[in-house]
């Protein structure tokens, strides 16, 4: 069964570097999406993708994030200068066309941690 | 008002029994719903989609009420392995921009 997969699973850095978290979505899929979830809270929407643009962001989804999709394949999201509340678990999900597109599944992870 | 809103828990059950979970959403335009399943540390794998008739997977039964904006849950004799947190979750699209909204999920404990 295809499945997302996220590099890499743990991740620390220091307050201030920049983060660059990496996602391949399943192959034939047309939409692509981060959410984050700080432990213990809800997961949260961050950015949807398709089509080489941001259809939708959200508030947290700030100067500091920006997505790519650098190739057929890869789909990052960086973090320019963490701050320690960007410390959470980041999910990549993505969703097919047609009656597909409603249903995400999501990749396993990479868990951020901002010293 | 949060715009879906989940009982937190914990269900601590004994196996076999059954239980079940409730959701409430505020957006009226809500378009898709969904339970998604989540483990300790791990990602949400989607359970089953809602929809108004109801549907049914083995043990596991949902039920959408828009009028309410009310989604449900039923699990019939619980697993050990059913222990996880169920997230309810709304998208407010009905194309393909999604965005998924989530609840804080409830936490069910199964006992043997």
């Known amino acids: 069964e295809p499945e997302v997969t996220q590099t890499p699973s743990h991740q620390v850095t220091q307050m201030g570097q920049e983060v660059i978290l990496r996602c391949v979505p399943i192959?034939?899929?047309?939409?692509f999406y981060w959410y984050r979830q700080i432990l213990g809270q809800k997961v949260e929407f961050l950015v949807s993708?398709?089509?080489?643009?941001?259809?939708?962001k959200s508030e947290i989804f700030d100067d500091q994030f920006s997505v790519e999709r650098p190739d057929g394949s890869n789909f990052t999201l960086k973090i320019r200068s963490t701050k320690l509340e960007d410390s959470a678990m980041y999910f990549c999900?993505?969703?097919?066309?047609?009656?597909?597109?409603?249903?995400?599944?999501f990749g396993p992870g990479t868990r951020l941690l901002v010293l | 008002r949060k715009e879906v809103e989940q009982d937190p828990g914990p269900f601590n059950v004994p196996e076999g029994a059954t239980v079940a979970f409730n959701c409430t959403y505020s957006?009226?335009?809500?378009?898709?719903f969904f339970w998604y399943r989540q483990d300790c540390r791990k990602e949400p794998k989607l359970l089953m989609s809602?929809?108004?008739s109801g549907n049914e997977d083995g043990r596991f039964t949902a039920q959408l009420n828009r009028a309410s904006q009310y989604i449900s849950l039923l699990i019939r004799d619980s697993k050990l392995s059913d222990s996880a947190t169920y997230l309810c979750?709304?998208?407010?699209?009905?194309?393909?921009?999604?965005?998924?909204?989530f609840g804080t999920g409830t936490r069910l404990l199964v006992s043997p």
């Open positions: 192959s034939n899929h047309l939409y």
């Open positions: 979750v709304v998208n407010s699209r009905n194309t393909g921009f999604q965005k998924l909204v």
């Open positions: 957006n009226s335009a809500s378009q898709s």
């Open positions: 999900a993505s969703s097919g066309r047609g009656s597909n597109q409603e249903t995400q599944y």
């Open positions: 809602v929809y108004s």
């Open positions: 993708f398709y089509n080489n643009e941001i259809s939708e």
